[in-house]
């Protein structure tokens, strides 16, 4: 099969890559660019363990072919810490056992944080039914419910923090 010359945008990052116009993105991730937090747990598109955010929105990279997102900002969970900092929902899922195996944590993450960023204060049942789409083998959910909602937590005190420091400057 002939390739084609690509553009991709991960994490705020150009890639130039030229490869075959079927490859999925979750191959090209992985194999081509190195970025393997995001998983394959399944044949069928049932697990979640590949989401990735496409302009803020969670996707299965293992659907999507990688010639249809070139002029996507594509976000993988390498994308998400900030200057070697874990952000609030990694931080949360390390304290509260939410990540056990860590297969699916990348997919849960990205996923609660699609939540998080337009519901910052959901209640569980809200968490439940926006994680419905990712599956995990081994917490039982109970310690991910428990680390989304310490990621609340975290990131309320983060803003009244940055909200005091703007008063005291
Ligand atoms: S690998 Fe299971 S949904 Fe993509
Ligand atoms: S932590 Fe193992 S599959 Fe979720």
């Known amino acids: 099969m002939n390739k084609e010359n690509i553009r991709l945008r991960v994490n705020k990052r150009?890639?130039?890559?030229?490869?075959?116009?079927?490859r999925l993105l979750l191959?090209?991730?992985?194999q081509d660019l190195g970025l393997t937090g995001s998983k394959r747990g399944c044949d069928d598109s049932s697990c979640g363990a590949c989401t990735v955010l496409v302009d803020g929105e969670p996707q299965m990279a293992c659907l999507m072919l990688a010639v249809s997102y070139q002029d996507c900002e594509i976000t993988t969970i390498e994308g998400i810490a900030c200057e070697g900092q874990l952000e609030?929902?990694?931080?949360?899922?390390c304290d509260e056992g939410g990540a056990q195996c860590?297969?699916?944590t990348p997919?849960?993450?990205?996923?609660?944080?699609?939540?998080?960023?337009?519901?910052?204060?959901?209640?569980d049942q809200e968490i439940n039914e926006a994680l419905s789409g990712n599956l995990c083998r081994c917490?039982?959910?109970?310690?991910?419910?428990?680390?989304?909602r310490k990621a609340i937590e975290l990131l309320e005190k983060q803003e009244s923090g940055v909200a005091a420091a703007g008063q005291g400057g």
């Open 14 to 22: 150009d890639y130039q890559l030229e490869i075959a116009p079927n």
């Open 27 to 30: 191959d090209v991730l992985r």
């Open 88 to 93: 609030p929902l990694q931080r949360a899922f």
């Open 102 to 104: 860590g297969y699916c």
């Open 107 to 123: 997919g849960m993450i990205l996923t609660a944080r699609h939540l998080l960023a337009h519901n910052p204060r959901p209640t």
């Open 139 to 148: 917490t039982g959910y109970v310690q991910i419910i428990a680390s989304v």
